[in-house]
């Protein structure tokens, strides 16, 4: 049973459109993480997000990105005006407790952004 | 500025031998690690962590070793199965610090 879905799966877009990738339902957790991992390259942090409020961010995460806990539950990314370089795969992660007692950081499935 | 570093972008393994994926980082304040397996269009998934307390962490066939003084770590699978296959990425995080700094990963081909 996961933990979080991620949607859409797949989205397809046109430069310039705005976007939103979403993360459902989260709960009980308050710190949220976006990554991405452009294909063939590493994973890069975007931004963390903590009780609703961006707590850090990286150089990608520019003005055409945000962050939002809407409704308390979804969470989300915006793009708002696409760029060719921002295909790639979107992970939302947030920090469990393994067995061992360690906090790993959780990977979404992610959603694949294609720009055109 | 690459803080951690897997040199070696790909490896073959037989199958029952064990694989070894190393990485490396630069950054002394990093203290906590993380391994991850990614298949093609899934998330990372967690492997084994270490901290900078240890220097060996086993969970099943999987082991890592971390050597501070080298900044060095290293993931040991023994033995390697097919469905080992796949591409492995190091991370690291400094204390406090709330986002994780990945290698570039490595892909590992186990071969029957």
């Known amino acids: 049973e996961p933990e979080v879905t991620q949607t859409p799966s797949h989205q397809v877009t046109q430069m310039g459109q705005e976007v939103i990738l979403r993360c459902v339902p989260i709960?009980?957790?308050?710190?949220f993480y976006w990554y991405r991992q452009i294909l063939g390259q590493k994973v890069e942090f975007l931004v963390s997000?903590?009780?609703?409020?961006?707590?850090?961010k990286s150089e990608i995460f520019d003005d055409q990105f945000s962050v939002e806990r809407p409704d308390g539950s979804n969470f989300t990314l915006k793009i708002r005006s696409t760029k060719l370089e921002d295909s790639a795969m979107y992970f939302c992660?947030?920090?469990?407790?393994?067995?061992?007692?360690?906090?790993?950081?959780?990977f979404g499935a992610g959603s694949r952004l294609t720009v055109l | 500025d690459q803080q951690v570093k897997q040199n070696s972008p790909s490896l073959s393994v037989q199958e029952g031998r064990i694989s070894i994926l190393n990485c490396d980082y630069t950054?002394?304040?990093?203290?906590?690690f993380l391994w991850y397996k990614k298949y093609p269009a899934e998330g990372p998934t967690f492997l084994i962590s270490?901290?900078?307390?240890?220097d060996k962490n086993e969970d099943g066939r999987f082991t890592v070793f971390l050597n501070k003084s080298a900044k060095h770590l290293s993931l040991h699978i023994v033995p390697s199965q097919p469905g080992d296959s796949a591409v492995y990425f190091c991370?690291?995080?400094?204390?406090?610090?709330?986002?994780?700094?990945f290698g570039p990963g490595t892909r590992l081909s186990v071969l029957p």
């Open positions: 992660a947030w920090f469990r407790t393994v067995t061992s007692g360690a906090n790993v950081l959780t």
């Open positions: 709960s009980n957790h308050l710190y």
């Open positions: 997000f903590y009780n609703n409020e961006i707590s850090e």
């Open positions: 950054n002394s304040m990093f203290d906590y």
């Open positions: 270490i901290s900078s307390i240890k």
């Open positions: 991370a690291a995080s400094a204390a406090g610090g709330q986002n994780f700094v």
